[in-house]
């Protein structure tokens, strides 16, 4: 599976941004997609998750009501809207994918072993 994401940039607290990442390789449908976050000298992060196969979403209690994670199997996409955001929110934002459905939902960086590239995102206060 190969992961494409992009999206980040500079926003100031307060706005939104939203991020894409785009698979290939490996039939969509069967993939639990999620994104982490890596801030400057801190560790990689769980933020949020869905298993394309019944749709099934969590998030990381930190952007919950904030951010909305979403998958459009056509475009072999998935998506992170987020708002009001803030400058805890600056980070790197990594896509993240492993098989499976549903069941197959994890919440740790060790779980996923397809990564796309990156995409910074900064929140200016």
């Known amino acids: 599976v190969q992961l494409q994401a992009f999206g980040g940039g500079l926003v100031q607290a307060g706005g939104s941004l939203r991020l894409s990442c785009v698979a290939s390789?490996?039939?969509?449908?069967?993939?639990?997609m999620g994104w982490f976050r890596q801030a400057p000298g801190k560790g990689r992060e769980f933020v949020a998750v869905i298993a394309r196969s019944g749709g099934n979403t969590n998030y990381a209690d930190s952007v919950k009501g904030r951010f909305t994670i979403s998958g459009d199997n056509d475009k072999n996409t998935v998506y992170l809207q987020m708002n009001s955001l803030k400058p805890e929110d600056t980070a790197v934002y990594y896509c993240a994918a492993r098989a499976g459905g549903s069941y197959s939902v994890r919440y740790y960086v060790n779980d996923y072993p397809y990564w796309g590239q990156g995409t910074l995102v900064t929140v200016s206060s």
């Open positions: 390789g490996r039939t969509f449908s069967s993939l639990v």
